[in-house]
């Protein structure tokens, strides 16, 4: 992967320090605003050296045609995800400041070994055999822009892709990859009430398209998927609409289901 630039890290810092302080930007300024995915993928990655944070994995946002059209983006886009913003499953977020506020049900799998950037593309089974498990997952996104549907999708990337919290639950039990997660149904509930129903095929058609598309993203722009990674892979429901006091559940069926509570 290629380093960031003077300027891709003057944009890095100031994007950490809107974090931070929880305040926003209408845009980055056009001297140090990326033009294109593989610098909006190096400021993403000077980001995260900013915080000096660990990357435990990455999230897929816009994976489906109806999220790509609501922030006016022809494709998905990938966002790394922090480890002092992993969530405990069963555990609670604070939104304070929180732009979006939404929850979004989403698959999500570790990997069992690296798949290093190489100039050919992954294969779906060479993805698939690299995974260790597949996990239930609850995201809180947020953005630092005042209008994250009017910035264009280099500049998304380059804010880690609207990543902010995120939960991920133990590994499902059941043989899930005798499963078909397309047609998996998931049910998003909040203060006991179903709000939500979807199905996997929600994320680029099936969590494993998206999964795959994720690895050759990374690939190409961000040096490789390590051993460990977590990828969430799009919500399988509308956003769920979340204020403080709210208690969300995710059901995913045979798989078992995870909850989180919003203070």
């Excluded at 050919?120 to 498990?133: C, G, I, K, N, Q």
């Excluded at 919500?235 to 969300?248: F, L, N, Q, R, Y």
């Amino acid at each position: 992967m290629d380093q960031a630039s003077a300027t891709e890290s003057e944009a890095a810092r100031l994007l950490v320090e809107h974090w931070q302080k929880g305040t926003r930007i209408v845009g980055l300024p056009e001297a140090i605003r990326p033009k294109d995915r593989a610098a909006g993928y190096r400021i993403g990655g000077a980001v995260a050296e900013a915080f000096g944070e660990k990357i435990v994995g990455w999230k897929i946002a816009a994976t489906s045609t109806a999220g790509q059209a609501h922030i006016n983006v022809d494709g998905p886009l990938g966002g790394r995800l922090l480890a002092s913003r992993m969530l405990e499953p069963g555990g609670s977020v604070t939104l304070g400041t929180n732009l979006m506020r939404v929850a979004e049900a989403e698959f999500a799998f570790q990997f069992a070994r690296d798949l290093p950037s190489r100039s050919e593309d992954y294969t779906l089974a060479e993805v698939m055999d690299a995974v260790a498990s597949l996990h239930p997952s609850i995201e809180v996104p947020d953005s630092r822009y005042e209008d994250f549907t009017a910035v264009g999708a280099a500049s998304l990337i380059a804010d880690t892709a609207c990543a902010c919290w995120l939960m991920v639950g133990p590994a499902f039990n059941k043989d899930w990859r005798a499963l078909d997660l397309a047609e998996h149904d998931v049910r998003a509930f909040k203060n006991k009430i179903e709000v939500a129903v979807g199905k996997g095929k929600a994320a680029l058609g099936d969590p494993r398209i998206a999964l795959h598309w994720l690895v050759n993203e990374v690939s190409r722009y961000a040096g490789g998927i390590k051993t460990g990674d977590l990828i969430t892979t799009g919500t399988c429901v509308v956003p769920v609409a979340i204020a403080p006091g709210d208690h969300i559940t995710v059901d995913y069926g045979v798989l078992g289901a995870m909850s989180l509570s919003i203070a």
